[in-house]
């Protein structure tokens, strides 16, 4: 019996030591968090009633304050990224050049030249039997050798300017696409927003965002994460990027709490709670199945791998101690 009741203590602890590692110590999973911010209306309501008690409960679970926000600590917020991520959507793999010097070469026209360039320059190397036997009399034998010996500069000049417009065009579109993401990346470093931090509003930059923090929403403002509302004043967002409706929806907490990074304030000012961030937003997941993030979600998963193996690790070696 004593060793029984040993085996059942160890193996809480264990499952009290995996539930921590996947949890980070807080009362509310990632998961949890995703499953709660694909909800609308009504049901993300009963969710958070039946889940949460409230919104402050979920900021309870979170470990953050409505009023005071997050205190700002370093460690706090490096396990916070570790835990639910880092507000940041990996950009989509470029295209390298010779991926662009091949869809450059898919052009109907191009196509054309290339099949006349070849047939071109197969007819200027070939010699019918005894064509010359049949040639007139009439006809300067020298001439013809020299019009035939020249005859596969037309073929070779059509290829040769197949290649340089296939060039041109993958270079430029290299181009366009380099300057495009140190323009984008550029417009995120500078990009700030307004947070409570240790009792004081303050803003920094989108990327410094993590879950848990009060974020501060007003009218102009492009939601760059994932929140529950905790305070609305006559707020009204639009959703078409994300839903393609053109009606703006009214949030409160007695109706739809729910912010979604991606979409415009409209109307109103308010305080939210930010609960998804990165590739776990809504924006970020459908960039992910879009084809951006594709790396981060192979890390997660090489995560989750990881931590299935350390907890059949750990249950064997309680097995064994057994």
């Not at 807080?26 to 049901?43: I, N, P, Y």
């Not at 240790?198 to 102009?220: H, L, M, N, S, W």
């Amino acid at each position: 019996m004593g060793d029984m009741a040993n085996n059942s203590v160890a193996y809480s602890g264990v499952k009290n030591a995996v539930k921590e590692a996947n949890h980070g110590d807080f009362g509310v999973t990632l998961a949890e968090l995703r499953s709660l911010m694909e909800l609308r209306a009504t049901d993300a309501l009963h969710k958070i009633q039946e889940c949460y008690g409230d919104v402050h409960g979920i900021c309870t679970k979170l470990k953050t304050s409505p009023n005071e926000g997050l205190s700002g600590n370093p460690a706090d917020i490096e396990r916070r990224e570790a835990v639910f991520g880092k507000n940041f959507i990996p950009p989509k793999k470029p295209k390298t050049f010779l991926q662009l010097v091949w869809e450059a070469l898919q052009d109907v026209t191009l196509i054309i030249l290339e099949i006349a360039a070849v047939v071109s320059l197969g007819l200027s190397f070939y010699q019918p039997p005894g064509g010359n036997e049949s040639l007139c009399g009439s006809v300067n034998v020298g001439e013809e050798e020299e019009e035939s010996e020249a005859g596969w500069i037309e073929g070779a000049a059509i290829l040769l300017s197949v290649v340089c417009v296939v060039l041109v065009t993958a270079f430029n579109d290299w181009s366009k696409e380099k300057q495009f993401r140190g323009l984008q990346s550029r417009i995120e470093q500078e990009q700030k927003f307004t947070v409570i931090r240790g009792g004081q509003v303050i803003q920094i930059p989108v990327a410094d965002i993590i879950v848990g923090d009060i974020a501060q929403v007003k009218y102009g403002d492009l939601l760059p994460a994932d929140g529950v509302l905790i305070q609305g004043n006559d707020l009204k967002i639009d959703e078409s990027s994300l839903t393609g409706e053109s009606d703006h929806v009214k949030k409160s907490l007695d109706r739809d709490p729910m912010l979604l990074s991606g979409t415009h304030v409209m109307e109103g000012s308010g305080r939210m709670v930010v609960t998804a961030v990165g590739v776990n937003s809504q924006t970020g997941i459908i960039f992910t199945l879009l084809g951006a993030g594709g790396d981060e979600e192979e890390k997660e998963k090489e995560k989750e791998k990881k931590d299935k193996k350390s907890r059949r690790n750990n249950l064997k070696a309680l097995g064994r101690e057994g």
